[in-house]
């Protein structure tokens, strides 16, 4: 009787001492768990054309350097178009709201971000750009990331002021435009036939407090 026990008591006190093991290896882990369990932040529309058509950006990181999406909601479209870039916010994008294929992005400096002053275009400004209604995107070189942008028919613009107005016309029904297939247009007026909701395209992502 007294063998069994001392069995009795050694298994039970073997257990006991796993369990506590186990308590102390969960504590161990659970902070770096929860560090890890950061919230996805939601999508921000940062530009609409219409009810249905918007570019949005999920804001990881202030929407600086996160992927934009073109959103058609009626079509079931959602494509990645170029990387948030800071200069997408100073000048005018309107993109015709009766435009159906034709379409155009904000201008990237093309990942080079590091320009130095006075440095502008970076030499490598490119124009996103879509002939498929945003199914599908591409790239062409752009004149500077200080151009206003619009897109009408087939017809991209890129207008900037020097003493005056003075605006580049693209056709984008060239299959692999060029810089050299940008136009001077003299005496450019052409307006959207149906205004876009947004004519400037704005991320105001706020930023998250250190440590979170």
Known sequence: MGK?????????????????????????VAPAQAQSAKPEPAPVVIYRIDDHRYFEVTPRNDCYGDMIYFVDTAKG???SVVKFDPVMNRTKLI??????????????????????????????DKMPYSTDGGR?????WSPGTTFDLMVSGSMAYQSHRIQTV?????????????????K???????QPRIAPVDTKVLCTAPRQPEGQ
């Open 166 to 182: 003075v605006t580049d016309g693209l056709d984008l029904t060239i299959a692999r435009p060029i810089s050299s297939d940008w």
């Open 4 to 28: 069994l026990t001392w069995g009795v008591v050694r298994r039970s006190a073997i257990a006991t001492s796993a369990l506590l093991l186990g308590a102390c290896g969960l504590r161990g």
């Open 95 to 124: 993109i015709d709201a009766a435009n159906d294929d034709y379409l155009i992005g904000p201008v990237t400096r093309g990942g080079n971000t590091n320009c130095s002053s006075g440095g502008g275009a970076c030499g490598s």
């Open 184 to 190: 001077w247009i003299r005496d450019f007026a052409v």
């Open 136 to 140: 599908t995107w591409q790239l062409v």
């Open 77 to 79: 479209i959602r494509s």
